[in-house]
């Protein structure tokens, strides 16, 4: 016979654990797209300021000419103060800086969407080209705090006609880059500056195209903390994230917000930024794909050449102008390239397979011992100063130096190369490179160099599913291409490339370098992203 009273505390134990593995699945469950901002309603986000910047800075609370003053700036709104409390406690009271967000609610959104947007008026400190949009003439000239700018459509004013300016904000030239803090809807974080958001209301009035600014401070010179500032002036502060303080992940969290509408993210960084961020929205596989762009910062930035942004640029860039020329670009796609690398047998024991993700290009030998010799310098506490030119300077050094020591002679007998699965013979070689892109090695341009690229009958393409590979004889093969005295050993094109390696070398992908043991390398095509490309 059963016990009735052990049957029903079996029922009441199994019918607990039931309850409580539903709560905590509850729990634990995926939760909604939200993303951690920081709030400027109770006070600017200082920063110490050297003031070597396109117009002349007063202090808004007391107007002393920052010029011959120890100051500060807000990273925000532009707002400036002395390096005393006083001055700084009166212009957090008396100069409201930029809110990332009005509304609590989605209906508290939509009701603020539809009435007028009103001005938000900062006195004083215009760049030094402000026309007034009420009568044209010249504005802030003068000593002191003159004139007014509104912080949200960047229209200037004079003190005189500011009564008959228009009373309606419409957040300037490039609105519809520009989420309306009405848009943001948050609910309250951890901290009393950090909220959390958790929807946008994006307004239906306007093509929305949002633009998402991220920023790595590491790349190349030591610009991008000015950049970021000058991005924050022209659109919502929670637009732009700084990657010393934020996550890659928390780009893609406003493409998820924004879905349906298509954001563009603009990478401030070098390749390995934009390599960064394409992995992590491959890992997160947002609903709507988001359009890339580039502000390049780094040392090479060869696939900002190929999208038409140039070498380089720094804090000096004409932000409205490039934002200009990002409303004119196109959209095109670029492959990216699977490289599975499964190590040989050590020991008697396998190792895993390693599956890694190419955009511009992968090499072994001479060019990646180079940049795995830099990676390490970059690495090291002497590194002090971020700059292109000492980052250059440091890949002539080491290039220099292999020149004398040759660590990377008879590469041919270390390896074996097969293309589309046909085994390929190389000659004495220092370098085997596959190349996505048309730019290699900071603006080299390896496979038009010479005449032997007439000798191929396909061209170079970088949405073509396919690869061009060549080979480099020495460092100094390297020197003679960069200005263009010689040319590459010029092997073929391929949809799949296997390389076997029987001895340890050194091996970089889009610039992030290691020292690769005996293994075999595949790579194949994985998919395409969306790029945007401008015109130079």
């Known amino acids: 016979m059963w016990d009735l009273s052990s049957v029903w505390l079996s029922f009441v134990y199994t019918g607990g654990i039931l309850v409580i593995m539903f709560l905590l699945s509850k729990i634990l469950a995926q939760q909604p797209a939200t993303l951690n901002i920081r709030d400027n309603k109770n006070g600017h986000r200082w920063s110490l300021n050297k003031f070597v910047i396109d117009f002349p800075l007063h202090c808004n609370a007391c107007e002393t000419f920052l010029f011959t003053a120890t100051g500060q700036c807000c990273i925000v709104c532009g707002a400036a103060s002395c390096a005393n409390n006083k001055c700084v406690r009166t212009v957090d009271r008396k100069t ?9 609610t989605a209906e508290e959104a939509r009701t ?3 009435a007028e947007r009103k001005h938000r008026w900062v006195l004083g400190n215009l760049p030094l080209d402000s026309i007034c949009c009420v009568c044209e003439d010249p504005a802030g000239d003068g000593p002191g705090l003159k004139d007014y700018q509104c912080i949200w459509c960047q229209r200037k004013v004079h003190t005189d006609c500011k009564p008959d300016s228009p009373n309606s904000c419409d957040l300037g030239r490039f609105r519809n880059m520009v989420v309306p803090p009405e848009s943001v809807v948050v609910r309250t974080g951890r901290t009393i500056r950090k909220n959390v958001i958790s929807s946008l209301v ?76 394409l992995n992590t929205a491959h890992k997160l596989g947002p609903s709507t794909e988001p359009l890339v762009a580039i502000f390049p910062l780094g040392t090479g930035n060869d696939l900002a050449r190929t999208l038409g942004y140039g070498s380089g640029s720094d804090s000096s860039e004409n932000i409205i102008e490039f934002v200009s020329k990002l ?80 660590q990377c002679q008879n ?4 390896l074996n190369l097969y293309l589309d699965g046909e085994k390929i013979d190389l000659p004495n070689i220092e370098s085997v490179v596959v190349l996505n892109i048309p730019y290699w090695g900071a603006g080299c341009k390896p496979w038009t160099l010479g005449n032997g690229a007439k000798e191929f009958e396909f061209e170079q393409d970088y949405c073509d599913k396919k690869l061009e590979v060549f080979c480099i004889y020495s460092s100094f093969h390297i020197a003679q291409m960069q200005v263009g005295l010689s040319e590459p050993h010029r092997v073929g094109q391929a949809e799949t490339v296997r390389i076997e390696l029987s001895k340890s070398v050194p091996l970089q992908i889009d610039g992030e370098p290691w020292e690769q043991h005996p293994a075999v390398i595949t790579i194949n095509h994985s998919a395409q992203v969306s790029m945007l490309k401008i015109a130079k």
Not at 210 to 225: E, F, H, M, R, T
Not at 252 to 258: D, H, K
Not at 378 to 394: A, C, D, Q, V, W
Not at 411 to 414: D, I, P, Q, T
Request: charge should be positive.
């Open 96 to 104: 409201t800086c930029k809110s990332v967000s009005r509304s609590k």
């Open 327 to 406: 409303e004119r670009g196109q959209p095109v796609k670029l492959d990216r390239w699977k490289v599975e690398v499964a190590p040989k047998r050590h020991l008697r024991i396998r190792l895993p397979k390693t599956t890694l993700l190419m955009n511009n290009y992968l090499s072994i030998g001479v060019d990646a011992l180079v940049t795995y010799n830099f990676h390490k310098a970059r690495e090291s506490p002497f590194y002090l100063f971020s700059s292109r030119i000492i980052n250059k300077l440091i890949y002539f050094s080491y290039g220099t130096k292999d020149v004398l020591e040759r």
């Open 202 to 277: 994006l307004p239906s009035n306007v093509e929305s195209s949002p633009l998402i600014v991220v920023g790595n401070q590491k790349s190349g010179n030591s610009d991008c903390a000015n950049i970021l500032a000058a991005f924050r002036r022209q659109l919502n502060p929670s637009q732009v994230i700084d990657l010393s303080e934020g996550r890659m992940e928390d780009v893609l969290e406003w493409c998820q917000l924004a879905s349906p509408v298509r954001c563009t993210i603009l990478v401030c960084g070098g390749d390995g930024t934009v390599g960064w961020l």
């Open 411 to 414: 590469l041919n007998e270390k």
């Open 112 to 114: 603020k969407l539809s």
